[in-house]
């Protein structure tokens, strides 16, 4: 069984930092895309950063220049880096896995591209 499960979030002034992780069981990332997307209360869940198999990464407006996402195969894992928070970055933030064997180095923006999900970590800043 596959599980997905975030950690990492919390309460952070505005300016802080955070490092989300995101810990897999029951199958091996190694070859799949990987994901982070973000939801605040009354709007739209919303991307963020995906990471490929051959560790390329693609960003959304919001996350360029202050987030960095990554992975360690080894620990089967996937990071987000969040510099420099603002208020607007409060959210549920959602790890997602693409497991599936065409076109692991592609870049998918859209939550439909994955197939797995984790439950959410909160992630609330101050100003």
């Known amino acids: 069984q596959v599980q997905l499960v975030e950690s990492g979030g919390g309460l952070v002034q505005a300016e802080g930092s955070l490092r989300l992780s995101c810990a897999a069981s029951?199958?091996?990332?190694?070859?799949?895309?990987m994901g982070w997307f973000r939801q605040a209360p009354g709007k739209e869940r919303e991307f963020v950063a995906t990471i490929n198999s051959r560790g390329g990464t693609y960003y959304g407006v919001s996350a360029r220049g202050r987030f960095t996402i990554s992975r360690d195969n080894a620990k089967n894992t996937e990071y987000l880096q969040m510099n420099s928070l603002k208020p607007e970055d409060t959210a549920v933030y959602y790890c997602?896995?693409?497991?599936?064997?065409?076109?692991?180095?592609?870049?998918?923006?859209?939550?439909?591209?994955?197939?797995?999900w984790g439950q959410g970590t909160q992630v609330t800043v101050s100003s």
């Open positions: 029951g199958r091996s990332i190694s070859s799949s895309p």
């Open positions: 997602a896995a693409r497991f599936y064997t065409v076109n692991t180095s592609g870049y998918y923006t859209t939550a439909g591209a994955y197939n797995f």
